[in-house]
């Protein structure tokens, strides 16, 4: 079970960081993707973060501005979010595999076998 935690309301230019915490498993072997889907819109891939060395990859929309981190020791995967724009409202969630690879992989949905519950950000003035 992967748990979100972090989402909240926040101002243009603000930051948040999303956590992303399993249960019953360690994520250390696990790819973790982050998606989102805002209101009226389909789900998309926002950013990946590889098991083994840590490597990430981010969508053009959230590019200088998301990093993704893991701390293996406390079995989570964080998604740091700077400079949030108001397009970035949404319902984010992450999502694990062992089968994942994240440079090739990563940004299909369907590759997940473990989801979370989701966690609302929303940016507004």
């Known amino acids: 079970q992967l748990v979100e935690s972090g989402g909240g309301s926040v101002q243009p230019g603000e930051s948040l960081r999303l956590s992303c915490a399993a249960s019953?498993?360690?994520?250390?072997?696990?790819?973790v993707g982050w998606f989102r889907q805002a209101p009226g819109k389909e789900r998309e891939w926002v950013s990946c973060?590889?098991?083994?060395?840590?490597?990430?990859y981010y969508a053009d929309a959230v590019k200088g501005r998301f990093s993704s981190s893991r701390d293996n020791t406390k079995n989570a995967v964080y998604l740091h979010m700077n400079s949030l724009k108001p397009e970035d409202t949404a319902v984010y969630y992450c999502?694990?595999?062992?089968?994942?690879?994240?440079?090739?992989?990563?940004?299909?949905?369907?590759?997940?076998?473990?989801w979370g519950q989701g966690t609302l950000v929303t940016v507004s003035s």
């Open positions: 019953g498993f360690t994520l250390d072997y696990f790819a």
């Open positions: 973060i590889s098991s083994l060395d840590g490597r990430t």
């Open positions: 999502a694990g595999d062992k089968a994942v690879v994240a440079g090739s992989s990563g940004k299909d949905p369907e590759g997940y076998g473990y």
